[in-house]
């Protein structure tokens, strides 16, 4: 049972650089998520899903972008990278929304370093 | 808007001894209520969660929340911890009609033998 599956683990990027976070589901979840969790700072929303087609905006997406074209695949893309966006990135998925007494499926992380 | 503060960073403890993580969150409507925990280098997983009904609830290893309305608090307890409960505990909030689930800043629980 693969769950909730991220890729890469680790990176690191020069500042301008591009590149996406791959993220996967095998439990034919509707609902993802990318969250970016700072130390101190708690797990902020990026941006989430709520099924194929469709996306929308969390408390921090200035910087990112992302596409679900099929259920089992939400990567996150960032575009000119940040020093300020060095941080560990999680994907999760839930079968009927978070906010709706939904429980949330992560995945291990991946560290994303910006110099 | 909702919020959720954890009010303790770091929680040390020593193992056998009981341990209490203090969750308070601002709603101004009904909410569901969470508690995760995240292992070292690990993503996060539901430790347990409050939707309706008995406000006692109890989850996984051992751990137990009381919903307390009056005080808008989510405190979560164990009465015996062990050095394997060292980890990242973060309360969550959600009003129930979004998507999207507000996390606190987490607390570190530090369990010394």
């Known amino acids: 049972n693969a769950g909730v599956t991220q890729t890469p683990k680790f990176r690191i990027l020069k500042i301008g650089q591009s590149m996406t976070l791959q993220c996967a589901q095998d439990?034919?979840?509707?609902?993802m998520y990318w969250y970016r969790q700072d130390p101190g700072m708690g797990l902020k929303l990026i941006y989430y899903?709520?099924?194929?087609?469709?996306?929308d905006k969390g408390e921090v997406p200035n910087g990112y972008n992302v596409s679900r074209s099929t259920t089992e695949y939400f990567p996150l893309r960032l575009e000119l990278a940040a020093p300020s966006q060095t941080s560990v990135y999680f994907c999760?998925?839930?079968?009927?929304?978070?906010?709706?007494?939904?429980?949330?499926?992560f995945g291990e992380g991946s560290r994303l370093t910006v110099l | 808007a909702q919020s959720v503060t954890q009010l303790d960073s770091q929680v040390p403890v020593f193992e056998e001894a009981p341990v209490e993580l203090r969750c308070n969150y601002s709603s101004s409507v009904s909410v569901y209520l969470f508690w995760y925990v995240q292992y070292p280098n690990q993503g996060l997983q539901l430790l347990l969660k409050y939707l309706s009904g008995s406000t006692l609830v109890k989850g996984i290893n051992g751990f137990e929340a009381e919903f307390n309305k009056s005080q808008t608090s989510f405190h979560l307890r164990k009465p015996s911890v062990h050095i394997s409960d060292t980890a990242e505990y973060f309360c969550a909030v959600s009003d129930g009609s979004t998507d999207k689930l507000i996390f606190g800043t987490g607390t570190r629980l530090q369990v010394f033998p």
């Open positions: 439990m034919n979840h509707n609902y």
């Open positions: 899903s709520v099924g194929a087609g469709i996306t």
């Open positions: 999760a998925s839930s079968y009927g929304g978070s906010g709706k007494a939904g429980e949330l499926f």
